[in-house]
Every structure is written in C-alpha cells, then in structure tokens.
C-alpha cells in the first residue's frame, strides 16, 4: 500500500501539470491524505467512462477518493473556488455515460466510503455510506431478516450512492418498486460544500418539499449524496419461479396483460424474445427453447407460490403459451433466472458491442412496443434482443453491433433513438431506469417539453449556481 | 341553479369594492363563467378557513370554482398579472391552516374538477381531476378490483388534490403507504398560468428530476395541480382485525416493536391511549374496555389472517397484553375500527376544541414518545389523548381545551408545541401526514435547519418567484 502511495505521489509530482492544475491539486491536497489523490494520467484515464457505448469521455485532472463527509465538503469547497468540475462516481455500471468525466474535472469517487452505519430491524431501516455495494448491504441485511429490494443486474458491483443517482430499478420492481421508494433520507455536500440533510428516518414524514427525492435520479448533478437513511423491508419467502413459452411476442404479452389485470402480484415478471433466448443458449449453453418466439418467466414470494404459478400458468395457456413449466424447487428457479441474468452479456457477445435501451411504456402497450422494435430491427437490418421487466412495461431493447463497422455503428445509434420514439409514442418514458445521462439528453428535452425542461433548468441552478456539478449530463 | 347564479353575480355588482377589487373581478369574467366567481362576502368568508386551530385567516377577495384547465390557466395569469394571492383548496379539511385565505386572496377551489377521467386495470392506473373526492375514487377503482389505498381519517370529504397537496397518509399507511407513493405523474399550472406535465403513466420512469414528487406535499405553494395519473394496487382481501389490551403504553409498545421486528406487515397498526378510549365510550358507548392504559389495534389483509393475527397476539401476550380478541368476522372488524376512527371526534368532545399533533418517530422511540406526552400533559393540566398510526410511529397527540379560556387555549398551544420539540428529540418529525401550513412554521424551520431551509426557500422561488401561491405557508 505505502509503495503504491509513494508511486502516485510521485506520479503527481512528476506528471507535466499547468498551473492551474497544480493549483487544484495544492487546494486539494491542504485537507486531503496523498494517497485519496490520483493523478497518474494512466490511472486517472481509467475513471473516465462509465459502461455507456458511444458518450464522449474527458481526461480528468485528478481523481479523489475520499473517505469522509469532511473530505467530500473540503472537495466541494476548492472545485466551488477554482470553478472546477466535480463528476460524481460510485462503481460506473452506468448504462447512459452519466457518471463519464470531463476534460479538466474532479473526479470524486465514492468507493471508499463503504460503511453500512446501522441496520436497524424494528425501524426497518439501514444507514450507509454512498459507496456500499448493493449485494453487499443486502446480504448485511438478509442477516437480521430483512430484504433491501433494489436490484439492478450489476448488484454484485454497482454501489448505492449509484443506484440513487439513477434511480435504478431490477427484476424486483414489478412488485417491490425502484430504489427511490426506499430512500428515507440523505446527507448531501451542496456544490459550496455546505452539508444539507433531507428527509427522515420516520416511515412518514412532510416537513417541506420533498428534496429527497428530488436528489435521487439526479445523477450526481444538484450535490454529493455522503450518506442514506434506507427503508427496509421483512424478508420474503423464497421465490418460486414459472417458464412458459409462446409463439409470439404477441401472446406473451396478451398473457402479461392478463396477469396484472388478474389482480396477481408477481414478485418477478420478464420477458426475453427468440433474439436473446438463442444468444443466452450460444454464450452459457442453456438449453432454452429455441424454437420459442417469447419465454416469459413469472415468480412469486408468497406463502402458497405453487397455487400462484398455477393460477398464472392457467392465464399463459389461456393466452396461448405452447409450453408452461413451473419451477419444483428454489434450485431450478434460480437456474431460469440465471439465464435471464446473462441476457445483456450474452447479447453483448453476439456482435461484440452493445446499445441498450431503456424505454417504459404503460404495460397495455407492450405488445405495440416489441412489434414496433422488431420493425425498427428489419428497417436498420441490425440483430436487437429484447429482454423486458414485463410486468413493468420496462423494455431493454438491445442493439447489437460491431463499434469497428462505422455504418454498422451509426445504423445502431439510429435504430437506438428510433426506439425511444416509438416509446414516446406510445405514451412512455425513454428511461425506466437507467438514467438520462449523455446519452439520451435531446431525448429527454423530447420526452418533457420546453416548458418542464426550464423548470429542470432551474431547479439545477438552484443547487449549482456555477455548474460544476457533474456538468453536460441531462442537460 | 339559475336563481342563486343570479343573486352571486348581484351580490358581486352590489358589494362595495375597490378598484383593485374591481379590476380583478372583471379579468376573471373576461374568460369565466359568472357562476365560477363567487363575491358574496358572506359566502367568501365561508371559505376563509381549513380545520385547524390558532391559524389565522384572511378575507378572501374572490372565491373562483373553475371547471376546466384553461379557466385554471386563466385564473393564475390574472393572479400574476395584477399581483394577486392564490390560495387553492380542496375539501378544507386539512389541520394545518394550509388552506386558509389570506386578506385579498384569489381562493381557487378545484372541488368542481371532480371527474375521474380513467381506470385502466391493465395498466393499475387512474386518471383524475383534483376535485375527486378519496372515498369516490376507492369506490370507482374498487368495481374494477382495483384498490387506491391512501385513506386519510377524512377520505369521505377530502378530495385527491387536497391529499396530494398535504401527502396525506391514513390508516393503511404501514403496509401501504402514503399518498406520494401513488402519484405518477401530474399536470400542473404554474404560477404564471402555463401548462406543465411532469413524471408519467408508466409503472417507472427516471427522465429528469422528480419534479411530481416535488409538488406532493407543497401544499398549492409551487403551482396548482389540474390533474394527476396515480398509480393502483389489486383489491386485497377484506382486512380481519385483532384489539389487544394493555396494563401500559410501554407494554404496547414493546408489543408493537416485536411485530415489526418479527417480519409481521400488517394492513393496519393503530394505537389508543385511555384517554382516547374513554373519550370514544363517552360519546359512542361503544363498550370499549376503560380499565386499558393502551389499546392496539392490528390487521391483515392477507391471504390467512386469522392465522397472522394468531401470531401476532402471540406476540402481543408476550410483552404482557392483559387481553387479546381477534375478531372472528368482517363485522366484528368494521366495528373496532369505527372506534378508531371515532377517536379524533370523541376527542374533540371532550373540551370542545383540539389541537392534533401529528409527531412520527422512529417506531423504536414510540414509547418514549407516549411517555413524554404523558409528561407534558400533567405539566400543563392538560387532556391530551392519543391515538397513533403506531406501525407508522406516527402519534396523533390531541390536546383537548376550551377555546373560550385564554389561558387554558395558551397552555394548549404551549403543549403541543412542546410534543414537536419531544418528537425531533426522538429522531422524529414534526409531520408525518398532515404538513405544516400556517400552524408548524418555526418547527418546519427547526426540523430542516438553516441550509435546508435555503434550498426550500430557493425551490419555492423558481415556481413562484412573485410569491403569489398560498403565501405565508410553510414560510
């Protein structure tokens, strides 16, 4: 440790710098440990990009790696003096180069502020540090009985400073719902430095505008999330799972319709068309149905998960599902989940590169939604795997393609914004969950219209009057 | 109709007004009909108030009753134009002086928007206007199976604009939530008049900032909502309860601390001190037990309750309940929940007037809470019932005086200020459900300290930078 220390510092001295940056660096290291201070430009390079294809990424000045509230303040107040950016990170399995840095900024990593500070079981509430790991304060919880519902597919990565910035979701969310239901409060570092806490740790609270749940989604861009007040809930029974096969988008999602208009309350509700149940087969040999045009696989947790599949599995038939198979036990539930889980990698290995989009469409227009995405696939002769939290209406339409081929790759790009059109045709949202960042900006300006994107503005101006907060994103 | 329509618009062309007056009333007829305007001072005035105590109030100069959008948008731009005050209402059944007119004020009453414009059962939506009354709505969503949960004490009266202006919670919160956790999206019109949509229809959506939860709990103080998308659960099924009796409030709630740590959700946790249960038996004669110190409450509406009410009257033994009934029937369950909600009227019984606190805390500190209540009620030889959404650890502490003697009214005051004091000690808030209008100002500024209270202050600004929107509330 000491010797890496001794060799970045070096780094730093020695690294070419220009006055201003030496300035920065000064500022910053007057209340800074050396070794929370990256400078080495081949280190720094690494912090640029978050895991968004096609969003330009800056060269940072410095990246900091602070480890306490006063650390994050001390940064906040020298970027505030010296009008420099500060772009925001936790662990960058961002999917809209929201986290992606700018020429000349901070980069402020909260990966080291890493504690789980309190889980409290008669509260139902956990206090952490922005840069725990969402796996990691689930299992802590798990341990005291409780379930902290949120999880994105990089769980086993991503940090929960991150999952508030984007306001991420997962599989959960059909029933449980997205992480800002379960952020009670928050200690923010404003843009000066001045630490502002919102929120409660009560389940109700009113006093004031709602400023928490303003910050979550906010993608690091009105202040510094240092610490959240989680609400938790009791653990659920085991999740059983069903499979069943259609032979069209079309019934699947007539089968979907079915279910929430049922009145079921699946814990889990997916969907993954012919494109990705091959590409899943391909990459981990699965041994999906490949003759399926969509699998749809449903969970429940409740007491009497079985009468539940059946009851759902009565509704698939109903809607024309050639197969229905309901999982006997934990263990091959989990296995039909895992092939869900390797959706996005194994789409990824069909051509090498990857846009996922990320558009929410109220669930009655589902089926219109793929329809349209399998139109949009022909049009731009392109291979586009849709893999769906169906029971949301949260579609990830994923376009693969090779970065190397530039036509290839605009095509992409083309087909990528063309789908969150039709999603806003269809009365929904280009971002269930994956955040606005780089890369979907003129389209969130589409989506809200001029008149809620000056109130966005202003709102913005309000927290970060000089616009050093992760600058470019959203906006 | 055509009758009283005549002697408004005489009353109006009669009253002695100035030109300020004068000019205000004529740019409102130029775009509403006459029987929208209201000018009768004795009818005004009728609307000068909510239901709270110690808040005062103005005289309204124009009570307006528009019926669509454009006569909302018409309304706020003559208010920005001539400078005028806004005060929108709902019901007015609010304990905050949220709703009260100020001297001069435009009171916009949007009880004649009352059409629910769509239930989509797929979709688990609900399209609504502001006027709607909660109970009108539970009963629409309820023929479709569907189920809108947020039930304030008041949901015969109270309209959904008002709830979501207050974030109002209710009986079902502890499994349910309060009202914020159901509204999607809103149509706003801003304080200059323009139209403004925020969030969505779908089950997600993270395009920018919330800017609809923003406006949940500002109490009309950022803009006027027209119309709100609010999201819909599946009818559960019906609710069995259980009453349990104990010899303290500790033990209470000690009982109601190894619920909620033992995984237990149910639909309903609610706590009623003596004083409250005795106050409900003097005026309903409902044979509740006197001899109680605490009497709770619990509920499921799960697939077995009997079977979780067994458990939890387990657990209810355990820390030392000298009775418990579980009802055996939907009827024995309506009838202990009717002397629930008889509570805060047979409070109000006892001296004529009451002040509700509406303090949460950290459902750990709830018997610290009810202690302290205790403590303060014989400081200031006061009645002070409580009753609580105790899974919530939100108290409703009711401090019962007689508003005809000064210095028992001063008392009053003082002592319900003192339980908000007890409550931030705690960890808590000075509001769970019921917000901060003209009554909890100074607390509101208390609980938020000086940098939130900046940012409040800035957020209000951007909406409404004349100032114009219910002034002199929560500021």
């Given at each position: 440790m000491a010797a890496r220390c001794d060799s970045l510092i070096m780094s730093r001295i020695e690294a070419p710098r220009d006055e201003t940056t030496g300035n920065l660096l000064d500022r910053l290291l007057s209340a800074l440990p050396a070794e929370a201070v990256l400078t080495d430009p081949d280190v720094t390079a690494s912090y640029a990009n978050d895991m968004a294809s096609f969003c330009d990424a800056g060269a940072p000045a410095v990246v900091v790696l602070p480890r306490t509230v006063e650390q994050v303040q001390h940064v906040l107040r020298t970027a505030t003096e010296l009008r420099v950016p500060v772009v925001p990170q936790g662990a960058r399995t961002g999917l809209s180069g929201g986290a992606n840095a700018t020429d000349g900024?901070?980069?402020?990593?909260?990966?080291?502020?890493?504690?789980?500070?309190?889980?409290?079981?008669?509260?139902?509430?956990?206090?952490?540090?922005?840069?725990?790991?969402?796996?990691?304060?689930?299992?802590?919880?798990?341990?005291?009985?409780?379930?902290?519902?949120?999880?994105?597919?990089?769980?086993?990565?991503?940090?929960?400073?991150g999952n508030i910035g984007t306001a991420s979701g997962g599989l959960c969310c059909v029933k449980y719902g997205v992480t800002a239901e379960y952020v009670l409060g928050l200690d923010v570092v404003l843009a000066d430095g001045r630490l502002m806490s919102t929120g409660r740790r009560t389940a109700k609270g009113v006093a004031g505008y709602d400023l928490t749940r303003l910050f979550v989604g906010s993608e690091g861009s009105l202040g510094i999330v240092v610490r959240a007040v989680l609400g938790l809930r009791p653990q659920p029974p085991q999740?059983?799972?069903?499979?069943?096969?259609?032979?069209?988008?079309?019934?699947?999602?007539?089968?979907?319709?079915?279910?929430?208009?049922?009145?079921?309350?699946?814990?889990?509700?997916?969907?993954?068309?012919?494109?990705?149940?091959?590409?899943?087969?391909?990459?981990?040999?699965?041994?999906?149905?490949?003759?399926?045009?969509?699998?749809?696989?449903?969970?429940?947790?409740?007491?009497?998960?079985?009468?539940?599949?059946?009851?759902?599995?009565?509704?698939?038939?109903?809607?024309?599902?050639?197969?229905?198979?309901?999982?006997?036990?934990?263990?091959?539930?989990?296995?039909?989940?895992?092939?869900?889980?390797?959706?996005?990698?194994?789409l990824e290995a069909v051509k090498g590169t990857t846009m996922i989009d990320d558009v929410c469409v109220p669930r009655s227009k589902l089926g219109a939604m793929l329809a349209g995405v399998e139109r949009i696939a022909a049009k731009y002769g392109l291979t586009i795997g849709v893999c769906a939290h169906a029971g949301d209406g949260n579609t990830h339409p994923t376009v693969c393609f090779d970065a190397a081929d530039p036509d290839e790759s605009r095509r992409a790009r083309e087909s990528f914004d063309e789908i969150m059109g039709l999603g806003l045709e269809l009365g929904g949202t280009i971002t269930g969950e994956h955040g606005v960042g780089i890369l979907k900006k003129e389209w969130m300006a589409r989506e809200l219209g001029p008149v809620g994107m000056e109130m966005q503005r202003a709102v913005k101006a309000v927290f970060d009057p000089l616009g050093i907060l992760n600058p470019g994103k959203l906006f």
């Open positions: 900024c901070i980069v402020l990593s909260l990966v080291k502020m890493d504690r789980i500070l309190e889980i409290n079981p008669v509260d139902r509430v956990a206090v952490v540090e922005p840069g725990v790991i969402n796996a990691a304060l689930s299992r802590a919880v798990n341990e005291h009985g409780l379930y902290y519902p949120p999880d994105p597919s990089s769980w086993e990565m991503c940090t929960i400073g999740q059983l799972v069903l499979a069943a096969e259609f032979a069209s988008t079309d019934a699947a999602c007539d089968a979907i319709c079915r279910i929430m208009e049922g009145g079921h309350v699946p814990s889990l509700l997916e969907l993954m068309d012919r494109t990705t149940v091959k590409a899943v087969n391909d990459l981990a040999r699965m041994g999906l149905p490949e003759s399926t045009e969509a699998l749809l696989l449903a969970a429940f947790d409740t007491p009497d998960p079985a009468a539940d599949l059946a009851a759902v599995g009565a509704l698939c038939e109903a809607a024309g599902a050639t197969q229905v198979v309901p999982a006997e036990d934990a263990a091959e539930s989990e296995l039909l989940l895992q092939a869900r889980r390797l959706s996005l990698t194994a």
